[in-house]
């Protein structure tokens, strides 16, 4: 009885190291692709950052130039209107 419990303690720390070995490095590559997964949401969280910084540019300048339409189009309707404007009726004369 002896020589097979020494044999089993000789015969077990080489499978246990093994296992624990192979589960500390499923645990790494676990942890490892988890930063990578957080670390490429990062980098899309601030490309769509900086796009919509570009997107409310765009949107401000449009605002501008439509902003400079509307004053055109009621300047060219003011003289429209004062063109359009029928001319005084004259008095009677008496």
Do not use: K
């Not at 942890?31 to 899309?44: F, Q, V």
């Amino acid at each position: 009885m002896t020589d097979g419990i020494v044999a089993a303690a000789v015969g077990s720390p080489a499978p246990t190291f093994a296992s624990l070995l192979a589960y500390a490095n499923a645990r790494a590559a676990r942890r490892e692709g988890e930063r990578n997964n957080l670390g490429g949401l990062s980098a899309t969280v601030e490309a769509l950052r900086q796009s919509l910084h570009v997107l409310e540019a765009v949107s401000g300048r449009i605002e501008a130039s439509v902003g400079g339409l509307r004053e055109r189009v009621a300047r060219v309707e003011g003289r429209l209107d004062a063109r359009a404007a029928p001319a005084p009726a004259p008095g009677p004369t008496r």
